[in-house]
C-alpha cells in the first residue's frame, strides 16, 4: 500500500480514511486534479483498468462513485485493480453525493458511508476482493452481447475512417524520419516501465524511432531516453518532457479542436494536429505504419479480447481493433522482443566454464616441461620484488 493510504488511515479520532474530497463527473477532468491523500468523487459506470491506474498512480486514499463501477454488461477491470492496491471503493452512493459534497472538502469513508464531520452524506457498497470476483462472473454472461455492439461499432468506425484506416489519408507530416527504421511506442499501460527496462539492449542495439503516448513520453524521458514523437494530450504530460527537443502530435477532434493546445502554445513548443475519432495509442500506431516503419514494437499496448471490453462506453474500442490489423505482422509485442534478447546463459554456468578452462590449463602446464619454465620465471619475478624492498630500507 502507498504512503499516502497508510496516511490517510491515521485517524485517532474516528475510524475510517480520511482525505480531500476531489468532485467531477468527468473522470478525465478529475485526474488531472488529484493529488495524493485525495479522495476522488466521480460518476463512472464501469470503472475501466486505465482509469484505475491513473487513480493508483494518483496516490488518492478512497474513490467514491456515484454510478455502479461493475454494471454486469461487461468484465471490467478497474475495481479489482483499486482494491488490491489498497483503495477503498465505496460503489453506486447515487449521483447526489456529486451536489452534496463541495470539492476541497474533508471527507471520511467508512465502512460503505461517505462523512462530513460526523454528517453521512451518502452511502453506498464498499466493494472488496469477494464482492469484485462475484461481480465478475456475473459480468461474464454480459459479454456476448458486448461483442456485438464491438462489431457494429467496427463497422460504423470503418464506414467513417476509412481513408485513414486504408491509405492513411489525414496522417500528419513529420520531420523525424521513420522510413525504413525500427519504431518503439511506448503507452502507458500496466507495468510499462518495467517493460521499458527490458528493452534497453533492443534500443541500444537497433536505435529506434522512440514514440511516447502521453504518461508513455514520461517515462522514456525519466528513463533517460529521449522521445523522437510525442503523442497525446499535453496537458497529461509533463513540461520537461515537451520541451525536450522532440516533435509533438496532438489528437484533435472530427472538427479539429485539439485539448491541450493552448498549452503547448503557452510554453512556445511547436506542433501538429492530428484530427481523427481514434485513440492517442492508435493514433502513434497509425503514425509508424503510415511514414514506412519495418517493424513497430509496442510497450503498455495490451490489446487482448478484455482490453478490448475494458473501455469506456461499454468498450467499443474499434480503431484500435481495426489499427493492429492494419499493421498485420509488422507489430510485435515488447514481451517477445524481451525474451529474444534475454541471456539464455547464467552466470554460474559461465563461472563454471571459466573454473574449468583454468584447471585444463593448469594441468597442461603441470605435464609439460613448458609449465616447471613459467613457474621458475614467476619465482625469479617475486625473489627480484622482495630483493627491491629490501633495498628500500637497507
Known amino acids: ?155 460504423e468506425f470503418l464506414r467513417r475512417e476509412r481513408a485513414l484506416i486504408l491509405d492513411g489519408v489525414g496522417v500528419p507530416e513529420l520531420y523525424v524520419p521513420i522510413r525504413d527504421r525500427q519504431v518503439l511506442v511506448v503507452a502507458g499501460g500496466p507495468r510499462h516501465a518495467e517493460e521499458l527496462r527490458r528493452l534497453r539492449k533492443y534500443i541500444r542495439e537497433h536505435r529506434p524511432v522512440l514514440i511516447g503516448v ?59 494536429t492530428f484530427p481523427a475519432s481514434g485513440n492517442a495509442e492508435d493514433l502513434a500506431l497509425l503514425l509508424a505504419d503510415v511514414h514506412g516503419a519495418t517493424l513497430v514494437v509496442t510497450v503498455g499496448l495490451q490489446a487482448g479480447l478484455r482490453e478490448f471490453l475494458d473501455r469506456g462506453n461499454g468498450g467499443s474500442t474499434p480503431s484500435t481493433f481495426l489499427t493492429r490489423l492494419k499493421l498485420g505482422n509488422k507489430l510485435v509485442d515488447s514481451h517477445a522482443v524481451a525474451t529474444l534478447y534475454r541471456s539464455r546463459v547464467s552466470l554460474g554456468l559461465i563461472a563454471l566454464l571459466v573454473l574449468a578452462a583454468v584447471v585444463a590449463m593448469a594441468a597442461a602446464l603441470a605435464v609439460s616441461g613448458v609449465g616447471q619454465v613459467y613457474v621458475d620465471l614467476a619465482a625469479d619475478a617475486f625473489r627480484s620484488v622482495v630483493d627491491w624492498f629490501k633495498g628500500l630500507f637497507a
Open 214 to 272: 502521453e504518461a508513455g513520453a514520461d517515462t522514456l524521458h525519466d528513463a533517460g531516453f529521449k522521445p523522437d514523437i510525442i503523442v497525446g494530450d499535453p496537458d497529461g504530460i509533463g513540461t520537461e518532457t515537451l520541451k525536450s527537443g522532440s516533435e509533438v502530435v496532438v489528437p484533435a477532434q472530427v472538427d479539429g479542436h485539439a485539448p491541450g493546445l493552448e498549452r503547448i502554445q503557452d510554453l512556445g513548443i511547436g506542433a501538429v
Open 1 to 155: 500500500m502507498k504512503l499516502s493510504g497508510l496516511l490517510g488511515r491515521t485517524n485517532h479520532a474516528l475510524p475510517g480514511v480520511t482525505g480531500v474530497a476531489r468532485v467531477d463527473r468527468r473522470s478525465g477532468d478529475l485526474l488531472r486534479r488529484l493529488s495524493p491523500g485525495d479522495v476522488a468523487v466521480l460518476d463512472h459506470v464501469d470503472i475501466d483498468r486505465r482509469t484505475a491506474e491513473a487513480l493508483v498512480h494518483a496516490e488518492v486514499v478512497g474513490v467514491v462513485n456515484a454510478s455502479r463501477s461493475i454494471s454486469g454488461r461487461f468484465p471490467n477491470l478497474g475495481p479489482e485493480l483499486l482494491v488490491e492496491a489498497g483503495i477503498p471503493l465505496i460503489d453506486d452512493v447515487g449521483t447526489s453525493v456529486l451536489r452534496e459534497l463541495k470539492d476541497g472538502t474533508k471527507v471520511r469513508l467508512h465502512e460503505g458511508s461517505v462523512f462530513v464531520g460526523e454528517r453521512e452524506v451518502a452511502r453506498g457498497v464498499e466493494q472488496n476482493a469477494e464482492s469484485i470476483a462475484d461481480a465478475m462472473i456475473e459480468a461474464k454472461a454480459g459479454m456476448a452481447a458486448q461483442l456485438e455492439a464491438f462489431s457494429a461499432n467496427t463497422i
